[in-house]
């Protein structure tokens, strides 16, 4: 039977481009993010990891499989973790081969249906294969509950009824397409109404047959994404077993595929070693024994998790078990640093202002949305901290004196703009004490959001982040879902990994407390 060329792609070229979507959707942030990532791709690193068992040599036919294994892994990991996640159609790049022989034979195609049907008399055959192709596509949106919709469509699009119409020059093509049309009306979700509408005021056969593909295809898709959100509850129960199952296939294949993990943890448990165990929750005793001091896996793991948000993704490989998820840590890391600027450029603007703007409405979102405008693309390379600060500090003096002057403040003195102003430029120094002090409690703020992360009562917002509370509090839940998930699915194997590291500290402990 043939097809019509819109619809060339086969089930392996939809597989693909699958794959090449779930590799846009997971690389999603810009080319700087990408790059950096890519830069620190766990190969060129593993020499500066600890060392577990040797790897052994594997097949072809192996590496095939796991990296099988790999994508079906991540690709059920951002269904789950993606509330966002939607199938997209492949596209072409617009001067690819692909695309240009795509584009001839679909031409060609066009071109053949449009010769038959200014035949004389018209010849139907290409039409009634197109109209049984659409015939299908129409009686695959149905569910089972839609009898009486099947039966219309099957009724009127009888290819075996069309054919001996077409032969006795009884064939009304353009009342067929009306009838598809209006099933397309029926079937299709709200958001292509519009597409409908426009296929209407089609009046062209030919393009009016190309126009109902393209549409169809669009309702695919929907009626795809419908599948993905449907199953995401159902996926979520079960993607935590089937990612483990997935990894500790890889782990048999690749033994030393915990070295990052290990090294990432035993750093972990060394940083609260040297804070004196400050940061051990109330309940930790759910780890090593042997004392209140002695480490717990509760509190290894928490501080873990915080490193990866000071991660430098440069030059340090990320470890094994987060790989998947590397790109939205980054993505946070880049949107605390830059909320790091807004909150200390709001504190010193706050500070400079007195209580005059303090309750003013809208104020404090008006300097967020001129930082934000002015520090757009700070992680780039080609950004100028110093010249976009410089700015920044012109354009908040100006604001805080138009504010000042409408609710009957004295502006502004130059001596004191010129003060804000260097505060404010000040800011592009790394040993900048207003940045050391937003930036420990934005860090606190989210060391006790993981420690509560299983509580009702979220943690109360330190003082001096209020003005970018509602900014903090997106970004951390989005942090405790990530972490909770990895959680949920890699626990066993830190607590495997913990094990030997705790047990070590505590020996250590131990040790030192008989020699003293």
Not at 47 to 55: A, H, L, N, R, V
Not at 219 to 241: C, G, H, T, W, Y
Not at 253 to 271: G, H, I, M, R, Y
Request: aromatic share 6%.
């Amino acid at each position: 039977m043939s097809q019509n060329p819109d619809e060339l792609n086969s089930s392996e070229e939809k597989l693909s481009g699958l794959e090449d979507d779930q590799e846009e959707n997971l690389d999603n942030s810009d080319q700087s993010i990408r790059k950096r990532i890519r830069q620190s791709a766990p190969g060129s690193h593993r020499d500066e990891t600890p060392k577990s068992s040797p790897s052994r040599p594997v097949s072809i036919e192996e590496l095939m499989e796991t990296a099988k294994g790999v994508t079906n892994m991540a690709l059920a990991h951002e269904i789950v973790v993606n509330g966002d996640f939607q199938i997209k159609p492949a596209e072409l790049p617009e001067h690819s081969l692909e695309k240009k022989v795509r584009d001839i034979v679909h031409k060609a195609f066009w071109d053949c249906l449009e010769a038959q049907l200014k035949d004389d008399p018209p010849t139907y055959d290409h039409a009634i294969k197109l109209l049984g192709e659409i015939k299908e596509s129409l009686l695959s949106f149905l569910l089972p509950g839609h009898t009486r919709l099947r039966s219309q469509i099957t009724e009127v699009l009888d290819l075996d009824l069309i054919k001996q119409e077409a032969e006795n020059g009884a064939l009304d093509i353009s009342k067929l397409v009306k009838f598809v049309i209006g099933m397309m009306g029926t079937l299709c979700a709200p958001a292509r109404d519009e597409d409908i509408k426009k296929l209407k005021d089609i009046n062209e056969i030919v393009p009016l047959f190309r126009a109902i593909f393209s549409v169809l295809d669009l309702m695919k898709m929907d009626m795809a994404n419908f599948a993905v959100s449907s199953i995401r509850p159902k996926l979520m129960q079960q993607s935590a077993e089937y990612e483990r199952k997935k990894f500790q296939e890889f782990l048999e294949k690749q033994p030393n595929s915990l070295d990052l993990v290990t090294k990432w943890l035993q750093e972990a448990a060394d940083d609260l070693a040297k804070l004196g165990h400050e940061m051990l929750p109330p309940h930790c005793g759910d780890g090593a024994t042997g004392g209140a001091s002695a480490l717990c896996f509760t509190a290894v793991q928490n501080q873990a998790y915080l490193k990866l948000l000071k991660w430098d993704h440069m030059n340090r490989p990320f470890p094994e078990t987060v790989l998947m998820d590397q790109t939205r840590f980054l993505e946070m890391q880049l949107e605390l640093e830059q909320l790091l600027v807004v909150g200390t450029v709001l504190l010193v603007t706050f500070s400079a202002a007195g209580p005059a703007l303090i309750d003013v409405p809208g104020f404090a979102e008006k300097i967020k949305t001129i930082v934000k405008v002015l520090l757009t693309g700070m992680h780039l390379p080609s950004f100028n901290l110093k010249e976009s600060l410089a700015t920044l500090g012109e354009k908040v003096c100006a604001e805080v004196n138009s504010c000042l002057s409408q609710h009957g403040f004295t502006p502004f003195s130059a001596e004191r703009e010129a003060v804000l102003k260097g505060q404010i430029q000040a800011v592009a120094s790394p040993d900048n004490s207003i940045c050391k002090l937003i930036d420990s409690r934005i860090q606190k703020f989210l060391e006790n959001y993981l420690a509560s992360s299983h509580q009702k009562s979220l943690p109360a917002i330190p003082g001096g982040l209020g003005p970018i509370q509602r900014e903090l509090e997106e970004i951390a839940a989005k942090y405790i879902r990530l972490v909770n998930y990895n959680r949920m699915v890699f626990s066993p194997y830190y607590d495997a990994v913990l094990g030997k590291i705790l047990t070590k500290e505590e020996s250590q402990i131990v040790g030192k407390s008989e020699e003293s």
